[in-house]
């Protein structure tokens, strides 16, 4: 179990066993790690990739700079970073072997068109290894968080507006996207792994606070209510407070296919 402050990284530990062994990077693999934030993901699989390469791509400039910067501090000579939207980027097509993404891939303004560059940018029967969301009832951190921010002061849904991290939570949903970009053997693998939200109640609140869907809810209540969604938000968050730190339970999809 982690300790210590988090960050999204930290956050998602717990992952990072059950993705490298759905990565099974090869020794000489090209890997393209799409919406790769600080770059942990891409790092990982340049270890793996000893006589590859690794690119990672994120739409977030003082990310990829951080990225780089962590690299190379750790001696990483065969990675590489660039600020791209894997929806528009010009990828040299058929260069890599193996596309992956860890929660990197539910925000494309068209999916299709996203999926479809990214297909052309693996050789044939490359392979493509994302985890996903399953859905919002699924995920107690989410469930928690709506309640708890809503409360008696406003209406359930707190996201409102904007990209929806659930967008491939549906396995049809995604078979039909994934398809009709050009790739086949289309899996689904259900993971239940918690997620950590700090060492404790304080460093969690703050963690939830630089939410999107935080910030755009409390936005919209008066001071007053707005300190009594963070309390009951204080108070959802001490409940699963325990001597390893704040978990949330969470439940998600590895997707595996091949390019056609």
């Known amino acids: 179990m982690t300790a210590g402050p988090v960050d999204y990284d930290a956050e998602l530990t717990r992952y990072s066993a059950v993705l490298r062994g759905a990565w099974a ?20 699989a340049a270890r793996m990739a000893q006589a590859g390469t690794a690119l990672g ?15 190379q501090a750790e001696g990483l000579r065969n990675v590489t970073f660039e600020p791209a939207d894997a929806q528009t980027h010009s990828f040299a097509q058929g260069c890599f072997d193996l596309a992956i993404s860890r929660f990197g891939t539910m925000f494309f303004d068209d999916p299709v068109v996203a999926f ?7 050789r044939p029967a490359g392979r493509l290894v994302m985890v996903v969301w399953q859905a919002h009832d699924r995920n107690e951190w989410d469930v928690a ?7 008696p002061d406003g209406p ?20 039909g996207i994934l398809r009709a970009a050009g790739f086949a053997d289309i899996g689904l693998t259900d993971v239940d792994e918690p997620i950590y939200y700090g060492p404790d109640t304080a460093a969690a609140l703050d963690w939830v606070r630089r939410f999107a869907c935080t910030n755009e809810f409390l936005k919209r209540l008066d001071p007053n209510a707005a300190a009594r969604a963070l309390a009951r938000l204080r108070d959802a968050l001490a409940a ?6 704040v978990w949330f339970n969470s439940r998600a999809w590895i997707v595996t296919a091949h390019r056609r």
Request: with cysteine; net charge negative.
């Open 145 to 151: 968080i709506h309640q708890a921010l809503a409360g």
């Open 156 to 175: 359930l849904e707190v996201a409102g507006e904007g990209p929806d991290p659930f967008s491939l939570a549906d396995p049809a949903t995604v078979e």
């Open 116 to 122: 479809g560059n990214i297909a052309r940018a693996l």
């Open 25 to 44: 990077v090869q020794p000489h693999d090209r890997v393209l790690d799409i919406g790769c934030g600080t770059g942990q993901t891409t790092r990982e």
């Open 57 to 71: 791509v994120d739409s977030s400039a003082p990310a990829i700079e951080r990225a780089r910067k962590l690299a």
């Open 240 to 245: 699963r407070m325990s001597d390893k730190g």
